[in-house]
């Protein structure tokens, strides 16, 4: 069964950092980009970080652009977002899939971010 399981969330002070993982099984993510998500609650899920197959070329918001980094090792099917310099803002659900729609399967359970002094 394919799924995806995301780690590494936890609570940390405004400019803290967190290392967040993303394991996928089945190979799903092979010749796929993939991006990491959020969702906080009231608001739709957004995208916050991508990353092609060869890792060669990212994408970040200006929201987390100089302060998140993505990346992957295809060899363990797994997929990392490095956080640092965390806002209060950041505080969400973090979930990772492949960044087109038409490729996702259904979202893993997330890992919860909590950015608070």
């Known amino acids: 069964q394919v799924q995806l399981v995301e780690s590494g969330g936890g609570l940390v002070q405004p400019g803290g950092s967190l290392r967040l993982s993303c394991a996928a099984s089945?190979?799903?993510?092979?010749?796929?980009?993939v991006g990491w998500f959020r969702q906080a609650p009231g608001n739709q899920r957004e995208l916050v970080a991508s990353i092609t197959y060869s890792g060669g070329t990212t994408y970040y918001p200006d929201s987390v652009k100089d302060r998140f980094t993505i990346s992957r090792q295809n060899a363990l099917n797994t997929v990392y977002l490095q956080m640092n310099n965390l806002k209060p803002e950041d505080t969400a659900v973090y979930y990772c899939?492949?960044?087109?729609?038409?490729?996702?399967?259904?979202w893993g359970q997330g890992t919860q971010v909590t950015v608070s002094s």
């Open positions: 899939n492949a960044q087109n729609q038409y490729d996702r399967i259904p």
């Open positions: 089945g190979g799903i993510f092979r010749f796929k980009p």
